[in-house]
């Protein structure tokens, strides 16, 4: 039975996240994305737990009330913090020093990236879905041939700041049609909506962008056991970048490319995406 519980980390910070799995399994942190929440993985979580392991998906700095730093100081939500964060809920959720698996999407996969760049004797393996390695995703951006310019205009506008209330206004239209409107459930997309459906919890989301402009992370070749997942009709993210992370990756690599399926993997095929997910916990056990 997943249970949702506040995580309180060394840094002051609570975050609401759904735990399930026995006690003292391997763990898996799942990190989610934007415009997400932690609901993202609510498919992968009892399949995780029916095989042993203890999983934990937080909603992230900003989308969690009692993580929500004042974003007005885009200093509170550096990437540097993002990393700390998924090393510090890890402790709080009894793993401190431990190994374990992470799994993220979308921004949660750039701040995967970052924790595997940063912290590699950590993890044991590396899931990673939509999200390029960012200097696959760089090199793309700045391809004056490509596409990907085109594809991530919509980062420029979450720079203006009264793109918050654009995306809430009428409803949140903008939400649910330009964002969400990519294949996402309509009940999938009322669960991320009351996680990140207010004005504050929107305007720390943003933060991220604001404050790590361009996503161009210094991150070096990963020494991690990997499995990269993307979908072929990703809106945001093109062939480009993410065939081309393979060549950041020194460890282990495995990319699996789903047909037809959009940018939220997890509310489009959950069912191949964690079936991909959990054979690669299997084969690179803690």
């Known amino acids: 039975m997943i249970e949702t519980a506040g995580i309180k980390t060394r840094s002051g910070l609570t975050f609401t996240a759904d735990v399930v799995g026995p006690i003292g399994g391997p763990l898996v942190l799942l990190l989610h994305g934007f415009p997400e929440s932690r609901h993202s993985w609510r498919a992968a979580l009892p399949v995780l737990a029916d095989?042993?392991?203890?999983?934990?998906?937080?909603?992230?700095?900003?989308?969690?009330?009692?993580?929500?730093p004042d974003p007005a100081d885009l200093s509170n939500y550096a990437f540097e913090k993002l990393i700390a964060d998924a090393i510090e809920i890890a402790a709080a959720a009894g793993y401190d020093g431990k190994r374990f698996h992470l799994v993220g999407h979308d921004w949660g996969g750039q701040v995967s990236w970052g924790v595997a760049g940063?912290?590699?004797?950590?993890?044991?393996?590396?899931?990673i879905l939509s999200r390029p390695h960012p200097k696959s995703f760089r090199r793309a951006l700045l391809n004056e041939?490509?596409?990907?310019?085109?594809?991530?205009?919509?980062?420029?506008?979450?720079?203006?700041?009264?793109?918050?209330?654009?995306?809430?206004?009428d409803n949140a239209r903008r939400?649910?049609?330009?964002?969400?409107?990519?294949?996402?459930?309509?009940?999938?997309?009322?669960?991320?909506?009351s996680v990140l459906g207010s004005p504050d919890a929107l305007e720390a989301a943003l933060a991220w962008y604001r404050s790590n402009k361009g996503l161009?992370?210094?991150?070096?070749?990963?020494?991690?056991?990997?499995?990269?997942?993307?979908?072929?009709?990703?809106?945001?993210?093109?062939?480009?970048a993410a065939h081309g992370t393979a060549e950041f990756v020194g460890a282990a690599y495995a990319m699996e490319v789903l047909p037809g399926v959009g940018h939220f993997v997890m509310d489009q095929a959950s069912a191949r995406a964690t079936e991909l997910l959990l054979a690669h916990l299997q084969k690179h056990p803690v």
């Open 51 to 68: 095989a042993g392991y203890r999983a934990v998906a937080p909603d992230q700095r900003g989308y969690s009330p009692g993580a929500r």
């Open 118 to 127: 940063v912290h590699p004797e950590r993890l044991a393996s590396l899931t």
């Open 145 to 169: 041939a490509g596409d990907q310019k085109h594809r991530s205009r919509h980062h420029r506008a979450f720079l203006e700041p009264e793109t918050g209330k654009l995306l809430l206004k």
């Open 175 to 193: 939400l649910r049609d330009g964002l969400f409107g990519q294949g996402v459930p309509a009940a999938a997309l009322e669960e991320h909506l």
């Open 216 to 240: 161009a992370a210094d991150i070096g070749t990963i020494k991690v056991p990997t499995l990269y997942i993307w979908g072929d009709a990703d809106a945001t993210v093109g062939p480009d």
